[in-house]
């Protein structure tokens, strides 16, 4: 309040501006704490009022109390300070500057009020000299009186208003609620003012929120409860769905979210129904008849990108298989993995080759994957790549690793037939207007029978290939395919192609179980397993023994896998599908897939350790050597019988003396080969000697011209190493040299790697006596589904549990 200027007439001190000035000053000081003494005693009041509040807010009791008594204490406070402000302002007297003066002539102990006297003028006339000169005098009297001016401090008398000290108890209060409030001060004053009413009559008779996370998360829905203080804030997935069901109440409820108010919709039974998505932050409020019913606070957790890496370097197998294993990890679940393949010193435009990496079942969080894959038949194989593995989780976030660049592995054909049809594949790949000499090299092949056994489905295959690349168009891809599966087939026999039907049974079988398929359609799967295993395992003995190689059946702690326990392993998926462990079949699955792999890698390299392992494959490779050598060989002796070539006898680095000097070069290295094998095996196979004195003679021969001479001499060589390698074979195995007295391996002679099968030692795999409790349980419930006097509850449940099967 800012009082008016004094009247000029009232500090009329007569000794100069000065003196006016600073008892203009005092007097003002004097009216302010007499208005001070008037306003405060009827402001403490309202002013003790809402100290009393704020201590209660900040004491946080406001959220305690219920809806409806807090907007009552509110409205009562809105009241009582509102009534106690009107009185405060009503009952003020402003002071005037009399009553200002005589305060502060009183506080400086003046006696004969000298303002008021300063303020006075003469009754009469100022003719008089002599009664001017004595009002002069006593003015400055009264002037001189004022050198001493004070003031004291402002006194409301509050001691007798207030005998028992109320005003006191308040700010203790105060102080005491701040001191333990602390930074969470300002929040207690916010709940304290936004009361949550439902009173009666007003509010819902029930409200119901759902928060639904995303599928691919795999979490469960939760039903918000109700809010309490000091609840912490709700953690969600982003994209999480909200579903409120509110009935009773007035009005249409509104959903309060991240900046949007949604109004809820009517539903037939008189309830009303909101959804929304909660993409960030925020707090979910429900409000209605412009009260708040009730409010969470909701922390959106955004998804993580997966991870993936490459557990163990690519490598290359046998007959070009690559090994990939990758560790991926995803903070809710994986949903593809695979490894994009891209040239290497091309354009970055060319769509990458993707390999897909087979997952564990149900969306795995983590997961250490793998397997061999034959990428022999693609056009990339024998360039140099670039593998680099991907993941992808539920949200469709994609994840990568660091690339790594391998050359891509290609199959060596030792069949020179199915070299030379691959050989054709790849230049119909680089150039398809090469068809016509294409077309020409099928037809030699094709008039040989004997260079492909014989076989009648390559016979059919290579006239198929030969017929539609004589056309005017033809189907690149398809000419591609069709001529890999005939070179496999005079390569292998049936062998490539039981095999690829085989894994084509895995995936399919490995698929259904990941899906949850019935136990028919498993069943059915198992059916086609069972068949492609079979024909594999025939197919894979037959090529074995026309090799002169025995077939892999490696040892474990002494055992060995038989055809027999195989399709007993078969049978107990069945058991397994049929009773509904699908645990327990996703992990005997895992085993099987791996004992296969391990068949696999023992059908294409029966490895030893040291020396008799090298002097192997050397052996190998010189038989290879040899019958390309013979090959030659006898083409040049039908060109000699025709009468082209060189004459017999014939001297001079002709292509005879070069012959000769490679045939002496592999005598020399079928030599080491002996030695190595003599080191391993303690003694080389007999064979080897007969092998060497035939290449001897074969490079005299052929160095003399004689080429019929020559390839009979080579072919008596060839079939002294077949013999040999015969020999050493049995010899590994009777020494306990083969693979199976390597490093520990499983049933069928694969490495073991930590545990196997991904299992984490949670997943136990029944034995019969639990199969059959199993199945006879099963055969129960079936029973008393079928009872029609049994109560309908019960037997809807019992139908419940028999769904999965």
Known sequence: MKPVPPPADVPVAQPGIAAKARLRRWLRLAWAAVAWERL?????????????????????????????????????????????????????????????????????????????????????????PLAQALWQAHQHRMAALLGGLRLNLPHPNMAARDPWGLRAAVLLLLVIAAAGAGHDAPNRLARALDPAVGSAGLGPDALEVWITPPAYTGLAPMLLRPPHKGDAPVAVPTGSAVLAVLAGGWGTARLVFDGHDQPFQRQGDGGQRAEARLDRSTKLTVRQTGLTVAEWPITVAADAMPSVAFALPPEAGERGRLRLALSASDDYGLARAWVNVRRVGVPGDEAPLEVEVPLPGGAPRSAEVGGWFDLTAHPWAGLPVSLQPAVKDGLGQVGTGEPVTITLPERQFANPAAAMVVEQRRRLTENPLTAPVVVDVLDRIVSEPELFNDDLRTFLMLRLAAHSLAADSFDLAEMQDLLWQAALRIEDGDLSSAERNLAEARRALEKAVDEGASANELQRLLDQFQEALDRYTQALAERMAAEGRPQPQAQADGRVI?????????????????????????????????????????????????????????????????????????????????????????????????????????????????????????????????????????????????????????????????????????????????????????????????????????????????VQRSRQLLEEIRRRAGEFQRPEAERDYLRRLLKQF
Request: aromatic share 4%; glycine share 14%; hydrophobic share 40%.
């Open 562 to 770: 038989s055809d027999e326990e195989l399709r007993q392993m078969v049978q107990s998926l069945r058991d397994m599908a049929e009773t509904g462990s699908r645990e327990a079949l996703r992990q005997m699955l895992g085993q099987l897939s791996q004992i296969l792999d391990g068949l696999q890698a023992g059908a294409q390299q029966q490895q030893a350790n040291g020396p008799a392992s090298e002097g192997m494959q050397r052996l190998r490779d010189i038989a290879r050597s040899q019958r390309q050598m013979l090959d030659d060989s006898h083409q040049r002796a039908q060109q000699q019988e025709g009468g082209e070539g060189a004459r017999p006898g014939a001297r001079g680095a002709g292509p005879g003396q070069q012959a000769a000097q490679a045939q002496e070069a592999l005598r020399r290295a079928l030599t080491e080969a002996a030695r190595k094998l003599g080191e391993g095996l303690g003694e080389a196979p007999s064979a080897l000697a007969e092998a060497d004195r035939a290449m001897a003679e074969a490079a005299q021969q052929l160095g003399q011209g004689q080429w019929a001479e020559g390839a009979e001499a080579q072919a008596a060589a060839l079939g002294a190493m077949q013999q040999a390698a015969r020999e050493a074979l049995e010899q590994l195995g009777a020494s306990g040299q083969g693979m199976q007295s390597l490093l520990p391996r499983d049933p069928l002679g694969r490495p073991m790697r930590g545990t196997g099968g991904g299992d984490d030692g949670t997943t136990r795999v029944p034995d019969g006596a639990e």
């Open 40 to 128: 405060w005693p009827l402001v403490l009041p309202p002013f003790c009022l809402i100290g009393l509040f704020v201590a209660f807010a900040l004491f946080d009791l406001a959220p305690l109390l219920p809806g409806w008594l807090h907007g009552l204490v509110l409205a009562a406070l809105a009241g009582g300070v509102g009534f106690l402000s009107v009185r405060a302002a009503l009952r003020f007297r402003r002071p005037d500057w009399d009553e200002a003066a005589r305060r502060l002539e009183r506080d400086s102990g003046l006696s004969h009020r000298p303002l008021a006297a300063l303020a006075d003028r003469p009754a009469g006339g100022n003719d008089d």
